[in-house]
């Protein structure tokens, strides 16, 4: 039940574009993505909803393919500070409102 | 800050041992979630409660245990601790909103020896 991200890691120079990716085996009901930066807590981002609707972040984009159980996140002219672990859970109709499955997560590295 | 507390900080203890960690949700957020987070892993969802009552059940062991309280915070129990329970512990709380966002406290990081 556990999403599957990609990649697993990925490193980048400040500026550069990175998608990361998730996918579910299950129907999908909602998307969050989180980012984790090393020894903290990790910090919402950003939530798509079956239907479109989307609440999040104002650099990060993100889209949510329900057809094909999976979403992508988008950061674009990546900044050092956008370095992190990003995770995305998903809620599908047995978990929506209570808990929902995160997955291994991405390892974002910007580099000067 | 997210608002929700968590408390200690940081636990040193030795195996065999029981402890408690505590969490304070944000104002009005009902819902508390413990997380397991072991060295570079993700996260693994332990338990929710919701108001006082249990809500959903993940990959928690029987050595641990849990309660919420009337006030809403809520202690994570562990007992007989092993060597392989050193982790952080997140608590998260979720927003009452239709989005269900959640909210993490600071963690509390675990080192059994």
């Known amino acids: 039940q556990q999403p599957v991200q990609s990649p697993q890691a990925v490193i980048l120079r400040e500026g550069e574009d990175a998608v990361i990716n998730c996918s579910s085996s299950k129907a999908l009901y909602s998307v969050h993505w989180y980012r984790q930066k090393h020894g903290e807590a990790p910090v919402f981002l950003m939530i798509?909803?079956?239907?479109?609707e989307q609440k999040g972040h104002d650099k990060i984009s993100a889209s949510f393919n329900e057809k094909k159980q999976q979403s992508s996140l988008y950061l674009t002219a990546s900044q050092l500070s956008y370095s992190g672990t990003y995770f995305c859970g998903t809620a599908n109709r047995d978990n929506y409102g209570q808990n929902f499955v995160f997955g291994p997560g991405t390892r974002l590295s910007v580099l000067p | 800050d997210s608002g929700v507390t968590q408390t200690p900080k940081h636990l040193i203890t030795a195996t065999g041992q029981r402890v408690t960690l505590r969490c304070s949700p944000r104002s009005g957020d009902l819902s508390v979630y413990w997380y397991q987070q072991s060295l570079d892993q993700g996260l693994q969802f332990l338990i929710q409660y919701y108001n006082g009552e249990e809500r959903a059940k993940g990959n928690i062991l029987e050595r641990f245990s849990a309660q919420q309280f009337p006030d809403l915070h809520s202690e994570l129990n562990l007992s007989s601790l092993e060597l392989g329970d050193s982790a952080l512990y997140f608590c998260?709380?979720?927003?009452?909103?239709?989005?269900?966002?959640?909210?993490f406290g600071p963690g509390t990081r675990l080192t059994v020896l």
């Open positions: 998260a709380t979720r927003s009452g909103t239709e989005y269900n966002e959640q909210f």
């Open positions: 798509l909803l079956k239907g479109g």
